[in-house]
């Protein structure tokens, strides 16, 4: 079916409430009738993450409209989904403090992904079970006072 696809953004700031709403798509394009039907799940890997900021985040709104509305202000979306950005990002990891030591020696602590966790399994001769006994999921704290692994 030939619908009118709406993309909006809005970013949140805590502390501060909404500090930008925007359109960041507006096209004609085909979907399948399944799309429209009650209770239809949005595929989000098409959006690219930003970088991660503490106390930020932002609201992705996509919204399907018949493909002959040119006004959208008053029209009724046949189909709509919204999603904060925080919840399509896969989670991070911070070992233990107990455990520090012996994940990074003397080497500062990094959060990792579950995918850097299993990579150092496979290396240190270990199962993946064994080290996620030994982490816990990252803060926003953790994650803006350590970084990320970039591996």
């Known amino acids: 079916?030939?619908?009118?696809?709406?993309?909006?953004?809005?970013?949140?700031?805590?502390?501060?409430?909404?500090?930008?709403?925007?359109?960041?798509?507006?096209?004609?394009?085909?979907?399948?009738?399944?799309?429209?039907?009650?209770?239809?799940?949005?595929?989000?890997?098409?959006?690219?993450?930003?970088?991660?900021?503490?106390?930020?985040?932002?609201?992705?709104?996509?919204?399907?409209y018949a493909a002959d509305v040119e006004d959208i202000t008053d029209a009724e979306p046949l189909a709509e989904w919204s999603i904060w950005e925080s919840e399509l990002r896969e989670p991070l990891y911070m070992p233990d403090a107990e455990h520090q030591d012996s994940w990074f020696w003397s080497e500062q602590p990094v959060c990792l992904t579950a995918e850097d966790i299993a990579d150092l399994a496979n290396g240190w001769g270990k199962t993946v079970e064994e080290l996620m006994e030994q982490v816990h999921e990252a803060t926003a704290e953790e994650i803006e006072e350590w970084g990320v692994y970039n591996g």
């Open 1 to 64: 079916m030939k619908i009118r696809e709406v993309i909006n953004i809005k970013g949140w700031v805590d502390g501060s409430g909404w500090s930008y709403s925007q359109c960041y798509s507006d096209s004609i394009g085909e979907v399948s009738d399944d799309m429209l039907a009650p209770g239809a799940e949005m595929d989000w890997s098409w959006w690219q993450l930003n970088s991660r900021e503490r106390g930020r985040d932002t609201e992705i709104t996509v919204s399907y």
